[in-house]
């Protein structure tokens, strides 16, 4: 079975920019979370979605928002860029809204200059 | 084996030794807790999780401590092979936005043949 898969792989955008990432969970999975990680850090929470709403938001600015299709797969989308918001944004999957067991994908890896 | 009673950044094992990788974790709250593995260019990849019911569960190679007293979590890795040098983060669930997970700092383990 196909695991957690993201794109695109890799991005370079301008400051003042936006970018949409795009996610597509585990089939079977109807939770998909995203998080953002910077180099040499842990991953951070930004969003969860559960059957198309949002269940949890974490510390990020409106710029950050985020969007589930009715086939459980999720759009995060960044408005005008900075260069801070360069990093990996991955995806997680897991089966229920309540599940903390999550499965990642290898992510999008965000450059912004 | 080599082991570390503190979080250290990196451990730097031979081949065939026993690995301990230790996690303080923050929130009482917490009752869940992952041990993700995640090697450069990629995703972070699920290996063991354990709730707070439980202080000790095995896997293959892989057995995690939980100490609920001192808010301490391990990871032991059996006779470590170069395929295991990676990051490792240990998370907690913590009970804040949604099923949001709260990583650690991350631990570089590097295996030598």
């Not at chain 1, 409106?62 to 990093?87: C, I, T």
């Amino acid at each position: 079975d196909a695991g957690v898969t993201q794109s695109p792989t890799h991005l370079i955008k301008t400051r003042g920019q936006q970018v949409t990432l795009r996610c597509s969970p585990i089939s079977g999975h109807k939770s998909v979370s995203w998080y953002q990680q910077v180099l040499g850090q842990g991953p951070q929470f930004i969003f969860q979605y559960y059957e198309k709403e949002e269940r949890g938001r974490g510390n990020f600015p409106d710029r950050f928002s985020a969007r589930q299709f009715p086939n459980y797969s999720s759009e995060l989308n960044v408005n005008a860029l900075l260069l801070g918001d360069s990093a990996l944004y991955l995806c997680a999957s897991s089966l229920w809204a309540d599940s903390y067991e999550q499965y990642f994908g290898p992510g999008t890896r965000l450059t912004v200059t | 084996g080599e082991s570390v009673g503190l979080h250290l950044p990196t451990l730097s094992v031979q081949e065939g030794d026993n690995s301990i990788i230790n996690c303080a974790y923050s929130n009482s709250a917490s009752d869940y807790f992952i041990w993700y593995k995640q090697e450069s260019g990629k995703g972070p990849q699920f290996i063991i999780d354990i709730r707070s019911n439980m202080d000790k569960r095995q896997g293959q190679r892989v057995t995690v401590l939980l100490n609920k007293t001192v808010k301490h979590l391990s990871l032991q890795i059996a006779a470590t092979q170069p395929g295991d040098s990676a990051v490792y983060f240990c998370a907690e669930n913590g009970y804040q936005a949604g099923t949001a997970l709260i990583f650690g700092k991350g631990t570089t383990l590097s295996v030598s043949s």
